[in-house]
């Protein structure tokens, strides 16, 4: 089992910036296929980066070229850095956790184990 705390989220104006960051903490990270989430009110949970234990990223169409997922095993944290940000990121982050398999099969936005209490994001 792994707990996850997020942190990092606030309050932005269109085409600003936000990194957020996910501490791992229980079990051994390296075992765990990790993603980010989204989820607004009324909306269904969206997954928007996945990230391997040998460091490799998926990202989802609405991400890409603004977002980077990154982590670091050896401070047990992964960080979603979120570049041009506009009001359509306005959402609840969650980073998560799921089996390695998930990532090695390209299903990380499948990962429903392990979720962080969430930290909002709010774009202006």
């Known amino acids: 089992h792994v707990q996850l705390v997020e942190s990092g989220g606030g309050s932005v104006q269109a085409g600003g910036s936000l990194r957020l960051s996910c501490e791992v903490s229980g079990d051994t990270y390296s075992s765990y296929c990790m993603g980010w989430f989204r989820q607004t009110p009324g909306k269904e949970r969206e997954g928007v980066a996945g990230?391997?234990?040998?460091?490799?990223?998926s990202y989802a169409d609405s991400v890409k070229g603004r977002f980077t997922i990154s982590q670091d095993k050896s401070k047990n944290t992964m960080w979603l850095q979120m570049n041009s940000l506009n009001p359509e990121d306005t959402a609840m982050y969650y980073c998560?956790?799921?089996?390695?398999?998930?990532?090695?099969?390209?299903?990380?936005?499948?990962?429903?184990?392990?979720w962080g209490q969430g930290t909002q994001v709010t774009v202006s």
């Open positions: 998560a956790a799921g089996p390695t398999m998930l990532c090695k099969q390209g299903n990380w936005y499948r990962i429903n184990d392990y």
């Open positions: 990230i391997e234990s040998d460091g490799s990223t």
